[in-house]
């Protein structure tokens, strides 16, 4: 595969789907699809327990791509 190096997150939009880096003022949204049960009922991942923890967590997410760390996606 070849090897991706954005200096910007792209953003990919269509009728139906925004694919773009997540930000702070996603962490309301963020938190409650984290939080779920429905939709962690088969995803192993630590549940955080408070809206500030889901903007810490975006906030290294962010941190991670920057450091080309790793790639990443919110669908909204």
């Known amino acids: 595969m070849g090897?991706?190096?954005f200096?910007?997150?792209p953003e990919?939009?269509?009728n139906?789907?925004?694919l773009r880096l997540?930000?702070?003022g996603d962490s309301k949204s963020m938190y409650h699809k984290r939080t779920n049960k429905k939709i962690?009922?088969?995803i192993s991942r630590k549940i955080p327990q408070s809206?500030?923890?889901?903007t810490k967590f975006i906030d290294?997410?962010?941190?991670?791509?920057?450091?080309?760390i790793i790639f990443k996606i919110k669908i909204a």
């Open 3 to 5: 090897k991706f190096s």
């Open 7 to 9: 200096k910007h997150f």
């Open 12 to 14: 990919l939009i269509t």
């Open 16 to 18: 139906r789907l925004i």
């Open 22 to 24: 997540p930000h702070f």
């Open 40 to 42: 962690n009922k088969l």
């Open 51 to 54: 809206i500030a923890e889901t």
């Open 60 to 68: 290294e997410l962010n941190n991670r791509f920057d450091n080309s």
